[in-house]
């Protein structure tokens, strides 16, 4: 699957991908080593169901995003995430030597508005309302990914948002992106409280205003 970098920052990049491969809903499939994906999980008007969702079993940070994503009368869905702790390697001593990575895919509930350029307005305009923090070290790649079909409507065009956060202990790592995830979801309600017809991105936003120095992924 090929990527084309559409923006790149400090501490962010928006990436477009070029090859539809999957659908929504899903069913679970497992995995080498023992991984398996829950499959589609609908929490549509139901954020509370997702302290049943394994991964966010694992992270208050990416519970918070999910519940706020999928609120009632939220623009939005999740369609599905991952998180999990990752060795970096070949890091300088004073570098932090772990993190932990992650997707979550959002699309508009509305399957028409799920087009190419909303979802890279939805990209610009979540990264756009998020700021860094000179505590946690966080980093965001958003890929703009295309879907065979969505609840039968079918192709079109999704956001999956890899936040990471980074650090020297376990701890610390995940709490940075605990961090990411609380900052994303308050971006997300800020969104959701915008004018129905108003622009998600003006284009005269910054993305990711960072507080803290840069941390190579």
Known sequence: MATTIVTQGQGYTIARSDEAHSAV??????????????????LVDRPELAAFIPEAQRSAGLLRLLQTVNKRGS????????????ARE?????????YVGSYIAIAFRQPERNTPDRICDLARSLL???T????????????LVPLLDFFGHGRCC???VNASGFGHTDQQAWGAFDFACA??????DQLNALPENAPLFTGQQPLFVRSAQAVPA
């Open 25 to 42: 809903p899903y069913r679970p499939s497992g995995f080498g080593g023992g991984n398996k994906n829950h499959g589609y999980f609908d």
């Open 75 to 86: 623009a939005f869905l999740t369609c599905g995430c991952e998180c999990g702790l990752v």
């Open 90 to 98: 070949t890091v300088a001593s004073d570098e932090p030597d772990r």
């Open 128 to 130: 756009s309302r998020v």
């Open 132 to 143: 860094g923090s000179a505590e946690h070290h966080i980093s965001f790649e958003l890929t």
């Open 158 to 160: 999704i956001l999956h």
């Open 183 to 188: 900052a994303l979801a308050t971006a997300t």
